[in-house]
């Protein structure tokens, strides 16, 4: 069943990045980009120059500078038994923020509360969250390499329009 739902949900997700149209993606991606980033071009034309410079070096720093259009993408895609208002805008980024934040405010709340007068975690919630018991990680994985196929081809967009001098902000 979990295998079914992913394939399911990995099928949605490409259908949804595909919105825009294989041959209307990139120039929508440039759009977006520029609109974006125009706000900040009379005061800040060196800082977006570097970043522009940045971005076309690898798809991951591209991914780093257009989280607009992660949030863009993630608005279209159908909802599933794991998504809610709540982690509708979780960015799968490579820093793992959220996973960072939760262990600080884990390790603070055992030095916080004696076990004795509070005898619960949710250690075992999480690894269950994570494990393919639930399907939740195998839709993970399904969703991270589609969408890195995503990001890969918009990167190449965009170091395209950024090599022919397109105006990106």
Known sequence: ????????????????????????????????????????????????????????????????????????????LPGSAYTTVQTGYAWLGGDTHIGKALAVAHALADQDYDSAVVPYSIDKQVADAVTSKSGLKSEIVSFAFSYVQQVQFDWQAFVSAYNAGMLLY
């Open 1 to 76: 069943m979990a295998g079914l739902r992913s394939s399911i949900t990995l099928a949605l997700c490409l259908i949804s990045m595909a919105a825009h149209g294989a041959t209307d993606r990139p120039s929508w991606v440039t759009s977006e980009i520029y609109n974006y980033n125009h706000r900040f071009a009379a005061t800040d034309s060196v800082e977006l120059a570097a970043k522009m410079s940045t971005m076309a070096q690898s798809p991951f720093q591209f991914y780093r500078g257009t989280d607009h259009i992660f949030f863009k993408d993630m608005a279209t």
